[in-house]
């Protein structure tokens, strides 16, 4: 059955408007970069591209459920600008031997035009007292993968498993550094570089605390918020009295100095720290967070260490809404190429739901609308804001015509 193209919404299906969030110029850029499209004839980079995009935000589970929903329609194809559908072995052969290294160009590329657009409509907490200031939030989640099948992503005796590093930008609220590693890499090495620009704020978790790359995040101007480890050896040199009205959450504010071996080889122990003792109501536990920045409120430090949050919400939102937890492929550069193309499509979603969604639509709820109305020809507005989940009343005509011209040669009319 055809897809009619509906004169009173658009002539683009969902899936193409999507896609023209990627500009040809910076996708041909990545495509010649990495030569992406050399050797091959049929299925080119955006064949791929367009087939993995297709599979992330319609919940394909295998090559089948791709290949079956992009070749329903010969309209729907060239729509989408492709020649043909992708067979399984051709998009098999394609995940396993093209490079997934373009689409993780792909992505910073695309993340690098639509800055400004998406930085202007996130909407995230903001801590006066640092307002404007660039806030980074490193953490990482682990994927399980079947040792059997994924041999290469070794973890432990019996388990197989990848980790994805991430930075993520409290101004733009996506990431901008991802590395993607065996499960057995510690969190402290996942990134080849943990130092930035001078004035960034970096907040993360007890598993980055290392005396080293304090010393040098606060040589580089660096201001690091992280939990203490329990065992770590400091003296107090003075305590920050409180106010006593409000914040009752916070318990202890203190300056004070590391006294351990590994501190003095590393140089930290000449370095005035701070810190904080926050009850957590929900967790019933008191957590210690330290940082090299002595002047701030006690508030705005507790505040910036709960942002952390934000990266896990990320984290939950891809694996409950995109492909990243079961793949189509088992060799390494497929499972990565999926990664990034499920980055892409996360990205593409922000820009829709930014650009497109009415204040307060949650991320979930688009995605499953998007992935309903995938191939139909209705307008990203439409979709956006004015598909509900209510009662509709049949429109009667005259006539209904079903168009079998992609599977007959012959067209049937039913007249009511």
């Not at 049929?42 to 394909?60: R, S």
């Not at 979930?364 to 209510?390: A, F, M, Q, W």
């Amino acid at each position: 059955m055809a897809f009619y193209r509906r004169s009173k919404n658009t002539n683009k299906p969902l899936l193409k408007q999507i896609l023209e969030f990627i500009p040809n110029h910076i996708f041909r850029g990545c495509v010649q970069k990495h030569k992406s499209d050399k050797g091959t004839h049929k299925y080119k980079t955006w064949d791929q591209l367009v087939a993995l995009i297709f599979g992330q935000l319609n919940k394909c589970y295998t090559l089948s459920d791709i290949s079956c929903g992009l070749s329903i329609s010969g309209t729907l194809l060239s729509d989408l600008g492709l020649n043909q559908s992708p067979a399984k072995s051709t998009m098999s052969d394609g995940n396993k031997n093209r490079s997934y290294k373009v689409f993780e160009s792909l992505y910073f590329r695309l993340l690098s035009y639509h800055k400004q657009a998406l930085k202007k409509r996130y909407m995230s907490h903001v801590i006066e007292e640092i307002k404007g200031r660039t806030v980074k939030l490193i953490d990482s989640t682990t994927i399980s993968l079947c040792l059997t099948l994924f041999d290469w992503a070794k973890f432990r005796t019996a388990k197989g498993g990848l980790k994805i590093h991430t930075v993520w930008d409290d101004l733009l609220g996506l990431p901008t550094m991802i590395n993607i590693s065996e499960a057995s890499i510690h969190d402290r090495y996942g990134l080849e570089n943990n130092v930035f620009e001078a004035g960034t704020i970096i907040v993360e978790d007890r598993a980055y605390f290392d005396f080293d790359l304090m010393f040098k995040r606060n040589k580089a101007n660096n201001i690091f918020v992280t939990r203490i480890k329990i065992n770590t050896l400091y003296e107090t040199i003075e305590e920050i009295e409180l106010p006593i009205d409000k914040d009752q959450d916070l318990l202890k504010d203190e300056i004070i100095q590391l006294t351990s071996t590994k501190a003095k080889e590393s140089g930290i122990d000449g370095v005035k720290l701070r810190l904080l003792h926050i009850y957590k109501e929900d967790e019933n536990k008191v957590i210690e967070v330290i940082t090299n920045q002595i002047d701030w409120q006690a508030r705005t430090i507790a505040d910036l260490y709960r942002k952390r949050w934000d990266i896990e919400i990320f984290f939950k939102m891809m694996k409950q809404n995109l492909q990243i937890k079961s793949f189509i492929g088992t060799n390494e550069n497929a499972v990565k190429s999926q990664i990034y193309v499920a980055m892409i499509c996360y990205l593409l979603l922000e820009l829709v739901k930014r650009l497109y969604c009415k204040a307060g639509a949650a991320f979930s709820n688009l995605c499953e609308k998007v992935r309903i109305c995938l191939v139909h020809y209705l307008t990203l507005e439409y979709v956006c804001n004015d598909l509900r989940p209510i009662a509709k009343k049949v429109v009667k005509t005259n006539q209904l015509s079903i168009d079998l011209k992609d599977n007959s040669p012959t067209q049937l009319v039913l007249r009511l």
